[in-house]
């Protein structure tokens, strides 16, 4: 399958705001992949404040706020130059990761994922980011997988959202109702190993896992490099857990257009 979007694949990223290639991991990516995931695991269970379900900074050896050692083999992936590609051609040639994200909902107690947009506290200036989720494996509506309202991130701007601590949710920032119609929202089904590629400004969230089947992906997080990523407002954040102030820039393509991003930070 080829890995570079087609036209009417960009204008629909551009349109829905999100996008599935025809395209999914060599077989022996995805093997070693799922191999680094189930020792990623095993390397944290039982780390307060962190969950099979959901976990920050995956790819940072060393251990974040919220206690989770991570691997750096996992970037294997976001460096294939078919992904770099496919982002290329709706992000621009100047790519820089900032984040990981687990999303493991684990068979028959997987949590939901509320209606959201991810931009709600990065320090990114101006705020933009390209998400590439990774999918290990399949993802379809009875396993909770993703949903969203397309065309929601046209109007480039955080929708108002308010604090929901429930207990089956992985996150707690929630949007307001009117912002999320149901009659709008679409299924985001995947094979193991093909990947969806989506805007920061785009409504979207998931049903809880009472499948018998698990629905792990891994969330790989670029902005442009015309974009600066300020540690200093990061300390900021009402999520002291992700550590906003400490994320490491890995300079994945291009170049860094403002000359302001710190590439030493966190590393």
């Known amino acids: 399958m080829a890995a570079r979007l087609t036209q009417q694949q ?25 191999d680094n995931y189930d020792r990623l695991l095993a390397a944290n269970r039982g780390v307060e404040g ?18 989770v050692r991570g691997m750096p083999e996992l970037l294997e992936v976001i460096r294939l130059p078919e992904i770099l ?3 290329e051609q709706v992000a621009g040639p100047d790519l820089v990761l900032w984040g990981t994200t687990v999303f493991g909902k684990p068979a028959g107690t ?8 991810d931009g709600d506290y990065y320090p990114i200036e101006p705020l933009e980011t390209t998400t590439v989720w990774v999918s290990l494996d399949h993802a379809r509506p009875e ?20 604090w929901n601590e429930r207990p089956d949710y992985t996150l707690y920032q929630e949007i307001d ?14 094979e193991p190993g093909q990947i969806s590629i989506h805007d920061v400004y785009l409504v979207h969230g ?4 009472t499948s018998s089947e698990r629905r792990a992906g891994l969330v790989f997080r670029i902005m442009p490099g015309s974009s600066h990523y300020n540690h200093a407002k990061g ?22 257009r403002t000359g302001q991003n710190d590439f030493q930070i966190g590393h």
């Not at 998931?206 to 896992?209: I, T, Y």
């Open 50 to 67: 962190a969950s099979e379900d959901f976990m920050v900074g995956a790819h940072v050896e060393s251990k974040n706020a919220m206690g």
């Open 177 to 190: 109702e009117e912002f999320a119609p149901a009659d709008r929202a679409r299924d985001i089904v995947l």
């Open 206 to 209: 998931s049903e809880a896992n």
């Open 235 to 256: 300390g900021a954040s009402d999520n002291p857990s992700h550590d906003y102030s400490r994320r490491p820039l890995f300079p994945l393509r291009g170049e860094d």
């Open 10 to 34: 960009v204008a629909q990223y551009h349109e829905d705001g999100l996008v599935i290639p025809d395209w999914r991991l060599p077989d022996d990516v995805l093997e070693r992949l799922r």
């Open 110 to 117: 997987g949590k939901a994922t509320p209606w959201h947009q």
């Open 85 to 87: 590609d496919m982002v």
């Open 143 to 162: 396993n909770g997988c993703m949903r969203y309202i397309a065309g929601s991130h046209k109007e480039r701007r955080l929708f108002p959202h308010h």
